[in-house]
């Protein structure tokens, strides 16, 4: 099922997509359950917006995948990394990034996202699936200049923009048939799949919840496959996931 968050004159609802229309429903159904009102709109009609907007936190996963079949048959297995990003940074389909004055050198990375459905705090690796709601497209954008800088990620990773989600959330991915694609104005930059993850869906939700609570609406981003791609203003940045969608957004120059 993919769930979309939508605006129509001024009005923000969540809708069931069913082919070129939306099955609206009358609250939120990580809170609400999918109960519909009767009402249905079609795609080309409405704006989709980003389909969640976490309550506490964006937590991204950092290393995340092997470069290659050899790493990952001789590395060593090490814990996960992470940061967090504030949810200010999230913006929707087709919103643009804005290339934020401070940086010359920022950079957009695709990844699946995880949408945390449930109170989760120190999950087992065979109860992991019970707290995810579904999983959406994320892009990761870094100021990396100021990443160099600063030498740690907390401003090059937080301005407003730099983590565009969508287009919807898909209830049922399998995340095993992970197949990413990036784009910057139609020139491929990144491909990846599930095969070189470090680490499982489950093993990143169990170890993050061993950290903090997560909370209905948080996102985990699991991380890019590749590499990272500069941007200048004027691009358009797509990020594909078959079965999920294509996240496009356009660069803009503050």
């Given amino acids: 099922m993919k769930v979309a968050r939508f605006s129509q004159e001024g009005v923000i609802a969540f809708g069931i997509v069913d082919d070129d229309e939306l099955v609206v429903?009358?609250?939120?159904?990580?809170?609400?359950?999918?109960?519909?009102?009767?009402?249905?709109v079609a795609l080309r009609d409405v704006k989709l917006l980003a389909p969640v907007i976490p309550r506490s936190k964006i937590v991204g996963m950092a290393h995340a995948f092997y470069s290659d079949d050899e790493e990952r048959e001789h590395a060593e297995p090490r814990e996960p990394l992470f940061f967090l990003k504030p949810n200010t940074a999230v913006i929707g389909p087709d919103d643009p990034i804005f290339l934020p004055a401070q940086s010359h050198d920022?950079?957009?990375?695709?990844e699946l996202a995880i949408v945390i459905g449930k109170i989760a705090k120190n999950v087992t690796v065979e109860n992991a699936e019970d707290v995810i709601f579904g999983y959406t497209i994320?892009?990761?954008?870094?100021?990396?200049?100021?990443?160099?800088?600063?030498g740690q990620l907390a401003r090059a990773k937080s301005f407003d923009s730099?983590?565009?989600l969508g287009p919807v959330i898909d209830t049922e991915y399998d995340w095993n048939s992970l197949?990413?694609?990036?784009?910057?104005?139609?020139?491929?930059?990144?491909k990846g799949t599930a095969a070189l993850y470090k680490h499982s869906i489950a093993?990143?939700?169990?170890?993050?919840s061993s950290v903090f609570t997560l909370l209905p609406g948080d996102v985990i981003l699991t991380g890019a496959p590749d590499r990272a791609e500069k941007v200048h203003?004027?691009?358009?940045?797509?990020i594909e996931i078959p079965g999920i969608g294509i996240l496009t957004n356009p660069v803009k120059r503050l």
């Fill in 106 to 110: 920022v950079r957009v990375e695709g």
């Fill in 233 to 238: 203003d004027g691009d358009a940045v797509q």
């Fill in 203 to 208: 093993e990143v939700v169990a170890f993050v």
């Fill in 138 to 150: 994320a892009n990761d954008v870094t100021a990396r200049d100021l990443l160099e800088r600063d």
């Fill in 162 to 164: 730099f983590c565009p």
């Fill in 179 to 190: 197949h990413l694609t990036g784009r910057v104005n139609g020139e491929k930059f990144q």
């Fill in 25 to 40: 429903l009358k609250g939120d159904p990580m809170f609400a359950g999918y109960d519909p009102t009767g009402d249905r």
